[in-house]
């Protein structure tokens, strides 16, 4: 889960695992699996960095580079 700001300033938390796109338009807009868009002050940067700090925490970086380097 990662924090997030809307534009009106209120923060709610997000499920990074619901994200499937993140743009700039230029307000940072996520769009989830389930086609909602959001729109936050946060930056693309930002959130992208808060993505991966969030999968660190939870250890899903490493076992991505752990499938990534097996072979058949």
Known sequence: ???LKRLNGETFTLNA???EQIQSYPDTTITLINGKK???K???VEV???ITSY???IGIIHSLSEVGNTSE
């Open 48 to 50: 992208t960095e808060l």
């Open 17 to 19: 695992f619901m994200i």
């Open 1 to 3: 889960m990662i924090k």
């Open 38 to 40: 959001v729109v936050v």
């Open 55 to 57: 999968y660190k925490r």
């Open 42 to 44: 946060d930056s693309e």
